[in-house]
């Protein structure tokens, strides 16, 4: 079975910086494709980012893009989403999820528990 583990979160000031961690274990190989959604609470779960074998170019959502960047290596278990310019609006909760083949979309066949962020004013 695999696990995700996301680690990185905490309270930071508006303007701020964070990085956010995730380590897969458990069936790595099994991983194609790894990512991170948020959610807010009272609002649905958005998509962030996310990243592939394939070494084509990561996506991203408009929210975040040019402000979040995904990197790490896949083939080594561990993913990083690197957050600057930080708003109150980015507050939430921070999942990494991880689909088992090339999809047009990342869906999370795996998730981790999840790690707060929280943006101040």
């Known amino acids: 079975q695999v696990q995700l583990v996301e680690s990185g979160g905490g309270l930071v000031q508006s303007g701020g910086s964070l990085r956010l961690s995730c380590v897969a274990s458990?069936?790595?190989?099994?991983?194609?494709?790894m990512g991170w959604f948020r959610q807010a609470p009272g609002k649905e779960r958005e998509f962030v980012a996310a990243t592939d074998r394939s070494g084509g170019s990561p996506y991203y959502a408009d929210s975040v893009k040019g402000r979040f960047t995904i990197s790490g290596d896949i083939g080594k278990n561990t993913v990083y989403l690197q957050m600057i310019s930080l708003k109150p609006e980015d507050t939430a909760v921070y999942y990494c999820?991880?689909?088992?083949?090339?999809?047009?979309?990342?869906?999370?066949?795996?998730w981790g528990r999840g790690t707060q962020v929280t943006v101040s004013s």
């Open positions: 458990g069936g790595t190989l099994k991983i194609f494709t």
């Open positions: 999820a991880a689909d088992s083949f090339p999809r047009s979309v990342l869906r999370g066949d795996y």
